[in-house]
């Protein structure tokens, strides 16, 4: 597994904002989960023990990528919540142009695991840079994991020792 992302890797289109957070504080990553749940909540498409584990899996992803933003980025940052007829995107940006890190060198307790996580609870991620920001975004299905979509896109091992 390599150190980084591949980079330009750039979201399928077709997806629609639904909503946006600025992101400066832990406060605010703290309001974007519980405002997050609500969202996806309205969504309403999927029976409730997919839209559990929907919520579940955005929320820890989210809380992931906010907090690597927040952490390694440079302001300002923001999330947003995308969505199409069969899945949600988030997307957070930082102004920083430096790849977000696949760290799995570091001992256990060290961190620098999220983005692990992160390829593994999502049907895609990836980064790329435009002209203002530093983008991390993953992709979910509404109906559940996309294990079609994982396995053509090569699923993501867990980190050496795990």
Same mark, same amino acid.
């Given at each position: 597994?390599? =150190?980084?992302?591949? /980079? ?47 919520? =579940? ?36 940006? =930082? ?24 390829? %593994?609870?999502? =049907? ?13 975004? /993953? ?10 979509? %994982? ?12």
């Amino acid at each position: 597994m390599p =150190d980084a992302l591949m /980079a330009d890797a750039r979201p399928p289109d077709g997806f629609a904002e639904v909503t946006a957070w600025d992101l400066s504080t832990s406060d605010d990553l703290a309001r974007i989960r519980r405002e997050l749940h609500t969202e996806l909540l309205a969504r309403g498409q999927v029976e409730s023990a997919l839209l559990q584990d929907l919520q =579940d899996r955005v929320v820890l992803v989210v809380s992931e990528l906010a907090t690597n933003a927040l952490r390694h980025g440079a302001p300002p940052s923001t999330v947003r919540l995308l969505c199409d007829a069969v899945a949600c995107l988030v997307d957070v940006t =930082d102004t920083a142009d430096r790849a977000p890190e696949m760290s799995g060198g570091r001992p256990l307790g060290e961190g620098g695991y999220g983005m692990y996580l992160t390829a %593994r609870l999502a =049907d895609g991620v990836g980064w790329y840079l435009d002209t203002d920001a530093k983008h991390v975004w /993953a992709r979910f299905a509404f109906d559940g994991p996309d294990t079609d979509h %994982r396995a053509a896109q090569g699923a993501v091992p867990g980190p050496p020792g795990l």
